[in-house]
């Protein structure tokens, strides 16, 4: 498979779990993650990471994303070729994406 093929990251799931954490964390905003808006849609169109887009969740989101642009499958985990279902690193404010391969 080409390795220009595009996908398609869209947010499912942007929880405001609180400042609950084992663990205190500095922040400069408080709710749920001020990046994405559940239904949000973003096409990626190479490797670079698209404007704007958090770095915790592009990282997050890299093997997912290197797997599907290059051919790969998820099949032990998604009945759906082409699909993955991704959340981000970030503990404090979670974020869920649907990663599809266009």
């Known amino acids: ?3 220009d093929v595009k996908l398609k990251l869209t947010v499912t799931n942007v929880p405001d779990i609180g400042e609950v954490t084992p663990v205190p964390i500095e ?5 749920p993650c001020p990046f ?3 239904g949000q849609e ?3 169109d190479g490797e670079e ?3 704007g887009f958090c770095t915790l969740a592009w990282n997050s989101f890299w093997p997912f994303i290197m797997t599907l642009r290059r051919g790969g ?3 032990e985990f998604y009945k759906e070729p082409g699909k993955a279902f991704a959340c981000c690193g970030d503990a404090a404010r979670p974020v869920s ?6």
């Open 1 to 3: 498979m080409s390795q």
């Open 27 to 31: 922040l400069n905003y408080s709710g």
């Open 36 to 38: 994405f808006k559940v």
């Open 42 to 44: 973003i096409i990626v």
């Open 49 to 51: 990471k698209p404007d």
């Open 73 to 75: 499958e998820f099949r």
């Open 97 to 102: 994406f649907l990663i599809e391969r266009m």
